[in-house]
């Protein structure tokens, strides 16, 4: 079983719709998640870190499910610049770090 | 802060050649860099663990003396690919993780390699 397992997508929504994107982790030992965002031939940056009580930054929510295992980014409003590939980041005992495949997101006009 | 930095961003070489990536914390002290490898639309590939001072730690299916780490210092590691065929083009990303902070995990902003 993977470490990260995460939909691949692709999701599109139009320009101010809310569209949310789970992921799910293997180890119950995990420490730290982020959500990292990617455009095209670019590296992946940062997006937030996801903390248990869960913390919002402008229109990105993200949430820490120990008990079922996932994490979860939620983007309201959506703008055309939103669209990207969003990876979730799972952190586990002994500094290693395991990536989602990614879910590609498209924002329509 | 947190900033990596990664070079070359770009480069072609012939089949047979070797290609040396460098990737430098350049704010922070880096026990541990990452190199990944990441295809065309799919997600990054962990290939190996860089640990200053002494031998990195490869994921299965990578062959380490293919792809030769070095982390001689607490702000560089690098990694060479030798004897490059064209199977070996892809986009190579360091990472390094900054202690003590919510810098997550930065990236260097990686290496398009072709080999031709």
């Known amino acids: 079983r993977k470490e990260v397992e995460q939909d691949p997508g692709p999701f599109n929504v139009p320009e101010g719709a809310t569209v949310a994107f789970n992921c799910t982790y293997s180890?119950?030992?995990?420490?730290?998640f982020f959500w990292y965002r990617q455009d095209c031939r670019k590296e992946p940056k940062l997006l937030m870190s996801v903390y248990s009580s869960g913390n919002e930054d402008g229109r990105f929510t993200a949430q820490l499910n120990r008990a079922s295992q996932y994490i979860s980014l939620l983007i309201r409003d959506s703008k055309l610049s939103d669209s990207a590939t969003y990876l979730c980041v799972v952190n586990i005992p002994g500094n290693q770090f395991y990536f989602g495949t990614g879910t590609s997101l498209t924002v329509i006009p | 802060g947190a900033v990596v930095s990664q070079h070359p961003s770009r480069v072609i070489c012939k089949s047979g050649t070797s290609v040396k990536i460098e990737c430098r914390s350049l704010?922070?002290?880096?026990?541990?860099m990452f190199w990944y490898r990441q295809f065309p639309k799919q997600s990054l590939m962990l290939m190996a663990t860089s640990n200053e001072g002494s031998k990195a730690t490869y994921e299965q299916g990578v062959e380490k003396d293919k792809f030769l780490i070095n982390h001689a210092s607490l702000t560089l590691s690098t990694l060479t690919v030798t004897s490059a065929h064209p199977e070996d083009s892809s986009f190579y990303i360091c990472?390094?993780?900054?202690?003590?902070?919510?810098?997550?995990?930065?990236f260097g902003s990686g290496t398009r390699l072709t080999v031709v």
């Open positions: 704010d922070f002290q880096a026990t541990t």
């Open positions: 180890n119950s030992a995990s420490q730290s």
């Open positions: 990472s390094a993780h900054r202690a003590g902070g919510s810098y997550g995990y930065t």
